[in-house]
């Protein structure tokens, strides 16, 4: 999800910081990297979903805290939430919430909020950080909480984890069941259909993710990844590779996401039951133009 956002360093990233730190951290890793092709054949695996790294809820919040190239990165997005939470109210659902990165910023501000997530371990720490939120164990594309809310928020790049239209299908049918008259649903997704997107989503060399403390006190990982994108299906994969500093081993995790092209998604919700109301490029409530970064979409059920 983030390694696109590392690449836009005009809108988020401090460039010149952001070098620096790159090139110490490169400086810091590339001993550990020096024997890592080589060995990489006979020890790297591919791990099931269940058990991710990048899925574990302790690992994913420090894998971000520590992200390399977009300084605050996990904070982000929240004044923008935050705005929409004053606009539009609450009760407030959260698809795809994780660790609560987002949810719990708004129920600090007394906002009523509901996360549902599919993982455990992500559920697991956000319930140790906050009984202020209900967290619900769910599938994004079939869930029935038995309840309405005046705002649906689908945050950072999740709807990625729709890998096709029937799943994007199922999912908004789900959001329309929960969604109260008047309610508003808002979704941030990045936006692909730029050249800068493009040469980032097929530029497949591996770079530097992330460097943070093991949650077992196991010493320091180091993440890289790499890219790979068809775009005949619009999938995008990202291979994340751990390793321990001072270690040959090295575990690779591939996530698979897909990308949604902006008249795609508008098709998408308009012939799903949603009429867009506004249409934003950035956090700062610009536009959606030709180079913008994001797309940001505020719904509302037809009429
Ligand atoms: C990159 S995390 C984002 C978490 C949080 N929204 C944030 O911005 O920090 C993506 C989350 O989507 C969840 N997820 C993926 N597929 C899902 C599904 N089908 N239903 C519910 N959650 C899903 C994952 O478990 C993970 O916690």
Known sequence: MMSILAKHSGIVVDNSKAK??????EARVSASFASSEATKKENSSVFSEQEYLHYDGRHYDL???NY????????????????????YGDPILELSCGTGRVALPLAD????????DIADSMLEL???????VEWIKADIQKFDLAKKFNLIIFPINCIWHLLNIEAVE????????????????????????????????????????????????????????????????????????FKLVGEEQERIEEITYRLYF?????????????????KFG??????????????????????
């Open 20 to 25: 620096q730190m790159n090139n110490e951290l």
């Open 63 to 65: 894998i971000y805290e």
């Open 68 to 87: 390399c190239l977009v300084p605050k990165l996990t904070t982000l997005d929240i004044p923008f939430w935050l705005d929409m939470a004053s606009q």
């Open 109 to 116: 501000k007394g906002f009523q909020v509901t996360g549902i």
């Open 126 to 132: 956000a319930r140790k950080k906050s009984a202020q």
């Open 170 to 241: 199922a999912c908004f049918s789900c959001v329309k069941k929960h969604l109260e008259t008047g309610g508003k649903f808002v979704i941030d997704i990045f936006n692909p259909a730029t050249k800068a997107s493009l040469d980032i989503l097929f530029d497949s060399k591996k770079n530097l993710y992330s460097i943070y403390p093991h949650p077992d006190n196991k010493g320091t990982v180091v993440v890289t990844y790499s890219n790979e994108l068809d775009l005949t299906q619009q999938i995008y994969k990202t291979k994340l590779f």
């Open 262 to 278: 902006p008249q795609e998604l508008e098709a998408l919700l308009k012939y799903n039951g949603f009429k867009i109301e506004k």
């Open 282 to 303: 950035a956090y700062d409530g610009s536009p959606f133009s030709s180079n913008s970064f994001q797309q940001i979409f505020v719904c509302s059920l037809q009429d």
